[in-house]
């Protein structure tokens, strides 16, 4: 987990409110990714980068923007939260070198909206 | 629609016993298929890797098994320890045209070990 750091480790907010929560990888890969994991439900990408000027969305990317500030920073941010935002966020990074292609998780950003 | 199902949903065992976790899906075409821990409150830790060529992988106490023409993988625990208490995660990598590394995650399923 040291490797792939995300801040803050815990959020509360508001309805309405913008947040950002910022991952960091040490790893040197330039992929990244965040999902968002749900309870009883598999972690849904939101958005991917393969490269500092590659973004691409997921499969769940309304109500989300991303921004990809260097090879090894890859933030998110919610422009105007909302209560089903609620849920464990995770930043995700993978080398890009190999057909496998692994990916290392961050421990994760608990995020309630109120 | 692509999908990864995980049975059971949870599971309780005493420690020391073993126990074997499924995961069926129906991803198409299938790349790879990849068993994570993840224990509370911290990201998933990939167990095992398994392309469509391998059947079985082993590390350590979990042994993984795949069989791409029934589309079923199972994570066999042997000799469980406290420590195995987390969810498990089954994610099935999609091999397609635009989508080529796309991960489908199951569900989990939730691991109990009481000693």
């Known amino acids: 987990d040291a490797d792939v750091t995300q801040t803050p480790r815990n959020r509360i907010t508001k309805t309405g409110k913008r947040i950002m929560l910022e991952c960091s990888q040490t790893k040197g890969h330039d992929r990244m990714y965040w999902y968002r994991q749900d309870p009883g439900l598999g972690l849904r990408l939101i958005y991917y980068?393969?490269?500092?000027?590659?973004?691409n969305k997921g499969e769940i990317s309304d109500g989300y923007s991303v921004s990809r500030q260097a090879q090894a920073k890859f933030s998110l941010s919610l422009e105007s939260a909302i209560p089903n935002q609620t849920a464990l966020y995770f930043c995700?990074?993978?080398?890009?070198?190999?057909?496998?292609?692994?990916?290392?998780f961050g421990p994760g950003t608990r995020l309630t909206v109120l | 629609k692509n999908q990864v199902e995980q049975s059971p949903q949870s599971l309780i065992i005493l420690e020391g016993k073993n126990c074997t976790l499924q995961?069926?899906?129906?991803?198409?075409?299938?790349?790879?298929l990849r068993w994570y821990k993840q224990d509370t409150g911290r990201g998933p830790v990939s167990l095992t890797i398994?392309?469509?060529?391998?059947n079985t992988k082993s590390n350590g106490r979990y042994t993984a098994t795949l069989d791409a023409d029934t589309k079923q993988s199972s994570l066999h625990i042997t000799a469980s320890q406290l420590s195995d208490s987390a969810s498990y995660i089954c994610v099935v990598s999609f091999a397609g045209g635009t989508s080529y590394g796309k991960l489908t995650f199951g569900q989990g399923t939730i691991l109990t070990v009481h000693p």
């Open positions: 980068s393969f490269d500092v000027k590659d973004i």
């Open positions: 995700a990074t993978s080398a890009g070198t190999s057909g496998i292609d692994e990916q290392f």
């Open positions: 995961c069926n899906y129906t991803v198409s075409p299938f790349s790879n």
């Open positions: 398994m392309t469509f060529s391998e």
